[in-house]
């Protein structure tokens, strides 16, 4: 049986000024969406095209969990979490490995 991944990330736009926090079952598919405007009105309207962080996971709905943990918390809690796994603020749609 093959294991299946989950990915809760956080996405912002070239400013680091929005935060976009989002789930999906194939991380480098979501990003490029959001890099070149497909699906989200949200993250088209305000331009949300870097990959700033993310968490991996096989429960769908431990990643569903996490998403609503962070969407629900402050801020600040997202912005600790990206200064902690990614303190330059890189895109991290290259280093996605599959």
Same mark, same amino acid.
């Given at each position: 049986?093959?294991?299946?991944?989950?990915?809760?990330?956080?996405?912002? =736009?070239?400013?680091?000024? *929005?935060? $976009?926090?989002?789930? %999906?079952?194939?991380?480098?598919?979501?990003?490029? +969406?959001?890099?070149?405007?497909?699906?989200?009105?949200?993250?088209?309207?305000? =331009?949300?095209?870097?990959? *700033?962080? $993310?968490?991996?996971? %096989?429960?769908?709905?431990?990643?569903?969990?996490? +998403?609503?943990?962070?969407?629900?918390?402050?801020?600040?809690?997202?912005?600790?979490?990206?200064?902690?796994?990614?303190?330059?603020?890189?895109?991290?749609?290259?280093?996605?490995?599959?």
């Amino acid at each position: 049986m093959r294991v299946r991944h989950y990915f809760i990330y956080i996405a912002t =736009n070239p400013t680091n000024t *929005v935060l $976009y926090t989002g789930v %999906t079952n194939h991380l480098a598919r979501r990003s490029f +969406e959001h890099k070149f405007h497909y699906g989200s009105t949200f993250t088209s309207k305000y =331009n949300v095209v870097k990959l *700033v962080y $993310y968490e991996i996971f %096989t429960d769908i709905r431990e990643a569903i969990k996490r +998403e609503k943990q962070l969407k629900a918390g402050p801020r600040k809690k997202k912005l600790d979490l990206i200064n902690t796994k990614n303190p330059k603020w890189e895109d991290l749609f290259d280093k996605i490995i599959y």
